[in-house]
């Protein structure tokens, strides 16, 4: 069964740097676009960054020139590098890959997790 595995994540102090990682697991034959979001307590899910296979790149205005989305179609893995963090960046961080299983070898939208990052001040 395919699924997204999240890893990554935790506390840090603003200004600080954190990795995220999301491996697609199971046998996936096609690997689309890749992208995280965020949701903090109390507000909607979030747009963070997102990368399709062709490399382009889009960020949300919060994040531009802090973070930086990266995926490596071999190992079928996406990053996600943030640095400079602020208390604002708190919340729940969830990858969302478009991918097609080889069991159905149609492009379906999957969602990791999850995984907490909070930026103390």
């Known amino acids: 069964q395919v699924q997204l595995v999240e890893s990554g994540g935790g506390l840090v102090q603003a200004g600080g740097s954190l990795g995220l990682s999301c491996a697609a697991s199971?046998?996936?034959?096609?690997?689309?676009?890749m992208g995280w979001y965020r949701q903090a307590p109390g507000k909607q899910r979030e747009l963070v960054a997102q990368?399709?296979?062709?490399?382009?790149?889009n960020y949300a205005n919060s994040v531009k020139d802090r973070f930086t989305i990266s995926v490596d179609y071999v190992e079928k893995t996406g990053y996600l590098l943030m640095n400079d963090l602020k208390p604002e960046d708190t919340a729940v961080y969830y990858c969302?890959?478009?991918?097609?299983?080889?069991?159905?070898?149609?492009?379906?939208?999957?969602w990791g997790q999850g995984t907490q990052v909070t930026v103390s001040s």
């Open positions: 969302h890959a478009v991918l097609a299983p080889l069991a159905t070898e149609i492009l379906t939208d999957y």
């Open positions: 199971g046998s996936v034959l096609r690997l689309g676009a």
């Open positions: 990368t399709t296979s062709t490399g382009s790149t």
